[in-house]
């Protein structure tokens, strides 16, 4: 199955950017990368997802590596309402979802 | 538009016992995905259905199982129940399936929270 890896956590200052990172080193050319994130006592929320460009929405921009065996999720002005467990995900061309361990962000006021 | 409903929220169990939980996805859509989520193993993907075929399976055992009604709603059963089941439980629904384009975006329910004794 492909894996992805992530940190543990990320701290990081109201206001400021953060910078998610996630290897993905087996993906294959027809997996898609997803980024949820799990706020305390809820259900998994959509980030964003790409394939091979990098995307942006509302939420956040996905920057993802040339060769693909990483990518970046990007919060580009954290509030403490990002505080939360962001997932990588990718969505392998079997029909399954490969979760990682998650980053739990932390944002200081 | 309502969201994903799983009931029930809270449960509690014995070991040896039968528990089944229920999924009722976004309307129109006809993907409904289920997985484990524990301190220990993280997010693991259980299953999923589609038009009421379970399309993949993720690795857990034959003691987990689940169905989809003809209105999408989705049930999942764990029969035997070991004490290492304890764990939220959480379906998704979407209007593809799983893997199968871009459109795919998951929209969570908030879990069943499942204890056994």
């Known amino acids: 199955d492909a894996k992805t890896t992530q940190p543990n956590s990320m701290e990081s200052n109201e206001e400021e950017p953060v910078h998610l990172p996630c290897n993905h080193s087996?993906?294959?050319?027809?997996?898609?990368i997803h980024w949820y994130r799990q706020l305390p006592s809820q259900g998994p929320e959509y980030v964003i997802h790409?394939?091979?460009s990098n995307v942006n929405n509302r939420m956040a921009s996905l920057a993802i590596a040339e060769d693909r065996k990483s990518s970046t999720l990007i919060l580009h002005r954290a509030t403490l309402r990002d505080a939360a467990v962001y997932y990588c995900?990718?969505?392998?061309?079997?029909?399954?979802?490969?979760f990682g361990a998650g980053t739990t962000v932390t944002v200081r006021a | 538009k309502a969201g994903v409903t799983q009931t029930p929220r809270y449960l509690i169990k014995t070991r040896g016992q039968q528990v089944t939980l229920s999924c009722s996805p976004i309307?129109?859509?006809?993907?409904v995905s289920w997985y484990q989520q524990t301190p220990g193993q993280g997010l693991q993907f259980l299953f999923e259905?589609?038009?009421?075929?379970?399309?993949n399976k993720g690795n857990f055992p034959g003691r987990f199982s689940g169905r989809q009604f003809s209105n999408s709603r989705s049930e999942m059963n764990v029969s035997t129940l070991e004490l290492g089941d304890s764990a939220l439980y959480l379906c998704?629904?979407?209007?593809?399936?799983?893997?199968?384009?871009?459109?795919?975006?998951?929209?969570f329910g908030s879990g069943t929270q499942l204890s056994v004794l």
């Open positions: 998704a629904s979407s209007l593809v399936q799983v893997g199968s384009s871009t459109n795919e975006k998951l929209f």
């Open positions: 087996t993906i294959s050319g027809t997996d898609y």
């Open positions: 790409g394939l091979t």
């Open positions: 995900i990718l969505s392998t061309n079997d029909y399954k979802l490969s």
């Open positions: 309307s129109g859509h006809r993907s």
């Open positions: 259905y589609f038009s009421e075929t379970q399309r």
